[in-house]
């Protein structure tokens, strides 16, 4: 029998929230009535079994992405897959990098599907899945850290950009990370895509064996973690001014990289105060530290 996910509203009557295990999704979408009920209820429909899919797989999908070939079987799997394989070459990284991204896209995927819609989100923890038409656009509130909500910046997302997608990584985060960033925000063609570079990325802000960077291996923390013994980040103390930049230059070489190839669309990384932004045209340099109680609540926050 298919386990029911949680299925609510959040007190403003038009986000719908869904919740199953470790999946948390707040989903919006603007058009008719009529519409939106069809796109709701395919998020709820495509939302119940889709955590058991990726259980069932759970094995292959913590193993080191292989880049030549893909063995998973199911969507949601191998997009994970194909997300994380242009990295998989050069660094450790399994499928698990994109799983909230790629949770984010199939279900926008189902509501796009049902019904036509003027535009339309899926925030699976801060990586965020958007469908906007022409003439809309999103803005985007950037925190600087994971685990508060201190506002970056803001990102202006419109309809003929090419970025669809969002993620964060950092150390602070949800997720493990080889890296010392606060937050890594990355704006992509898809939120995949996004999730699989923001992991790429923050792993390479760092000072490899700097005295006040405490790590431990990830399966300490969390004996199931995909990472296994592999260190991880746990806590950043005092950097020198100099020591932060040369650990954000590290971090935005590897973004320019990225960007130059295509892989992503713009980057912002945060560490101790400190920001550095990639390919950055469309971020609001006058939202910079605005108090995020100032920003409109109908902002997504990244």
């Known amino acids: 029998m298919t386990r029911q996910p ?16 470790p999946i948390d999704l707040i989903v919006e979408a603007d058009g008719s009535r009529a519409n939106l009920r069809a796109a709701y209820a395919a998020a709820i429909g495509r939302f119940t079994g889709l955590l058991d899919e990726l259980c069932d797989e759970l094995a292959l999908l913590r193993t080191a992405a292989d880049p030549k070939r893909c063995a998973l079987r199911g969507i949601v799997a191998r997009r994970m897959h194909a997300a994380v394989k242009p990295f998989a070459r050069d660094h450790f990284v399994t499928p698990m990098a994109a799983v909230a991204g790629s949770v984010a896209e199939e279900i926008l995927a189902a509501m796009v599907q049902a019904a036509p819609l003027r535009r339309a989100y899926v925030n699976n923890g801060g990586d965020i899945a958007l469908h906007l038409t022409d003439g809309e656009t999103f803005t985007v509130g950037l925190i600087d850290r ?20 969002i993620a964060t990584s950092g150390y602070r985060g949800r997720s493990f990370s080889f890296g010392i960033a606060d937050a890594v925000t990355v ?5 995949a895509q996004a999730d699989a570079a923001a992991t790429i990325i923050a792993n390479a802000v760092d000072l490899p064996g700097h005295p006040a960077v405490i790590r431990c291996p990830a399966n300490e923390l969390q004996p199931d973690s995909d990472l296994g013994s592999r260190l991880v980040t746990r806590d950043v103390g005092f950097l020198e001014k100099s020591e932060i930049a040369v650990a954000l230059e590290a971090g935005a070489a590897t973004a320019r990289q990225l960007l130059a190839r295509g892989l992503i669309e713009a980057a912002v990384l945060q560490l101790s105060g400190e920001t550095c932004a990639i390919g950055a045209k469309n971020l609001d340099a006058n939202a910079f530290r605005r108090p995020l109680r100032q920003l409109n609540e109908s902002m997504i926050q990244a």
């Open 6 to 21: 949680q299925v609510g509203w959040l007190k403003d009557g038009k986000r719908l929230h869904l919740q199953d295990g």
């Open 187 to 191: 704006l992509a063609a898809t939120a």
């Open 146 to 165: 994971p685990d508060t909500l201190g506002l970056m910046r803001t990102a202006v997302i419109r309809a003929g950009d090419r970025a669809r997608g």
